[in-house]
């Protein structure tokens, strides 16, 4: 489905642009993504509208077979990149759990200011950013995914949250066609 509208209380999620996950050996080159998620943070910010910047430290408790438990992170680990640095009004959220609203103030936050809708993009597509757009949709937001500003640890899983199932949480396009919609309101 194409962006079509955006609301007026739109509200733009970023998803663990930190050292430590866009040092990950990812399916696409981290920079364009990067890039594509600081110019949406840039046009949301020029448009009065809020930017959550979101980070991931630690993990749930709990064992998996993918994990693996070898030590300390890096001490930049979930350090936002530079292009992510937090302006005066952006919201910091810091998850400890793939999706975003888990155990945060992220949806507090969001219903404080009357938001609507949200806008995601990020790393991981499969994980951090699927995981948020379903539990955002869950709440009762109205979900955009931003698909060219996102990227994933596997082909597979990435073309399998952008075909099947981001269509069925919300709307899918472009940073353009979100930037689009952005102008469109005025």
């Known amino acids: 489905m194409a962006v079509t509208t955006l609301d007026a209380k739109t509200a733009l999620i970023v998803i663990d642009l930190q050292h430590g996950i866009v040092a990950l050996p990812l399916v696409h080159e981290p ?3 990067i890039e594509r998620c600081a110019a949406l943070a ?3 910010r020029a ?3 809020p930017v959550v910047l979101v980070n991931v430290a630690g993990g749930a408790p709990g064992r998996n077979e993918q994990t693996p438990h070898s030590g300390e992170l890096p001490a930049d680990w979930a350090t936002l990149v530079p292009a992510m640095t937090p302006q005066p009004n952006d919201l910091t959220i ?3 759990t793939w999706g975003a609203f888990h155990a945060t103030a992220l949806h507090d936050e969001l219903q404080k200011r009357g938001i609507t809708q949200v806008v995601i993009c990020g790393i991981a597509t499969s994980i951090g950013v699927e995981s948020t757009a379903r539990q955002a949709y869950e709440l009762g937001y109205n ?3 931003a698909t060219d500003a996102m990227t994933d640890l596997n082909r597979d899983t ?5 075909k099947l199932i981001f269509p069925r949480l919300g709307e899918t396009g472009s940073c353009e066609d979100i930037k689009a919609q952005l102008k ?3």
Not at 158 to 162: I, Q
């Open 94 to 96: 810091t998850k400890k």
């Open 184 to 186: 469109t309101r005025g």
């Open 31 to 33: 920079q364009p993504v």
């Open 158 to 162: 990435h073309d399998n949250s952008v």
């Open 47 to 49: 448009h009065d509208l």
């Open 42 to 44: 840039e046009a949301f």
């Open 143 to 145: 979900v955009t995914l």
